[in-house]
């Protein structure tokens, strides 16, 4: 009896070993699954499909391929001397009139009749308001809440304002772009443009800097021309000529100073360079190793491009030394854990803001470029990443 329940002992345990190890096996496959699926739904050689796009029934499916992600950790005590030496940071303190407070003058949280009341009596050195001190003004006015003007029965993909901020755009799946005059507080719709060729969605807007033209992107080898209103009735494609065969897009678009130019990032880690007056495609270099998610001019001259990527790399590139044949940068700024999603820059060639997938954003002097070493551990942190925003929930700080 004692040998017996040994044996019995022995073969329940020999079980458990081996539905554990196929448990495991298991998981392993679905995970491979899961990253193989992510891979191809993100390259757009795999589309869901449903009989009721409404529905949200991709999302739910989606679901089954979640994968578990790992927290970025939150930085605990962040060095800031750096910031604080620069002159980025005094001149803010200028702009802002920071600088400028004294016992008896002004304070930060002074009211507009408070400084109406010093400027009466000479307290302010000006007969007119600088910059500064209205800036500082109204700082005690900046919007802390939200008001409801327009819901949509699609997802909405975008949201841009022109660079005057009177004019701003929303763009969605059911492939309207919507413009709305946003001048003097008003939210009013003027004007509506049924985009062409979409796949999936509308993937980024831009307005010229004169407000007179938007351009948007798809999942096309086309980019999209219009007149923001309607009165020339422009709606021109472009043609890109990328050399991908299938699944091309163009994730972020953005117009030259002076609107001759177009800055695209694609999916087939290129960087392409529309002219409006050539009429042509100018410019396409290989410029990552993964997906490009945005691009920025760093200045009027629209000779020093930015570009980021799912890498997480941001790369300054200089079209006066730029081959297509022969790509190189001029340098690279590393630091993030995931993919780089938007770039924006001061204008200035020197600045610029990066937003990434890692929920930071990050200010960068371009002036002082990351080392080979930097570079390889960002590479590192983005590889070990396994968060993807179109179906799991945002990682909370831990």
């Known amino acids: 009896m004692g040998l017996g329940h040994w044996n019995r002992r022995r073969d329940s345990q020999s079980s458990g070993r081996t539905m554990e190890s196929s448990s495991t096996q298991s998981a392993a496959a679905d995970a491979d699954l899961a990253r193989l699926i992510a891979y191809l739904y993100r390259r757009g050689e795999l589309h869901m499909s449903s009989s009721n796009e409404d529905d949200g029934s991709e999302d739910e499916y989606m679901k089954d391929f979640q994968m578990p992600f790992s927290v970025p950790p939150a930085a605990a005590n962040i060095d800031t001397s750096a910031m604080d030496a620069s002159e980025l940071k005094q001149e803010m303190l200028n702009d802002s009139w ?36 209205w800036r500082s003004a109204s700082d005690c006015y900046i919007p802390n809440k939200y008001e409801l003007k327009e819901r949509f029965h699609n997802k909405v993909f975008c949201g841009t304002y022109s660079q005057s901020g009177d004019i701003f755009l929303s763009a969605c799946q059911d492939r309207q772009i919507r413009i709305y005059d946003t001048s003097n507080g008003g939210f009013r719709k003027f004007n509506s ?32 021309l219009c007149d923001v209103h309607g009165q020339q009735r422009v709606h021109q494609s472009l043609p890109l000529i990328p050399n991908s065969q299938h699944g091309f897009c163009i994730f972020s678009v953005v117009f030259s100073q002076d609107s001759r130019e177009i800055l695209g990032g694609a999916n087939d880690r290129c960087l392409y360079v529309y002219d409006l007056e050539r009429k042509e495609r100018t410019l396409c270099v290989e410029a990552h190793e993964d997906d490009v998610n945005a691009v920025s001019f760093a200045d009027e001259s629209s000779q020093i491009l930015f570009s980021g990527s799912d890498d997480g790399l941001c790369k300054i590139w200089d079209r006066r030394t730029l081959q297509e044949s022969d790509p190189h940068h001029v340098g690279i700024l590393a630091g993030h854990l995931d993919g780089i999603t938007f770039i924006d820059s001061r204008g200035d060639g020197r600045y610029l803001l990066s937003n990434c997938k890692d929920q930071s954003i990050k200010l960068w002097d371009m002036r002082h470029l990351s080392s080979k070493k930097a570079q390889d551990e960002t590479k590192q942190c983005v590889a070990r990443q396994n968060w993807d925003y179109r179906w799991q929930q945002v990682p909370r700080k831990g």
């Open 193 to 224: 443009i049924h985009a062409l060729d979409v796949g999936w969605s509308v993937l980024d807007t831009s307005f010229s800097p004169d407000s007179r033209y938007l351009v948007y992107s798809s999942w096309s080898d086309y980019l999209h």
């Open 98 to 133: 920071a600088l400028k407070f004294s016992g008896t003058g002004p304070t930060p949280k002074s009211s507009v009749s408070h400084l109406l009341l010093q400027r009466e009596h000479g307290s302010i050195d000006r007969r007119n308001f600088q910059r500064a001190i």
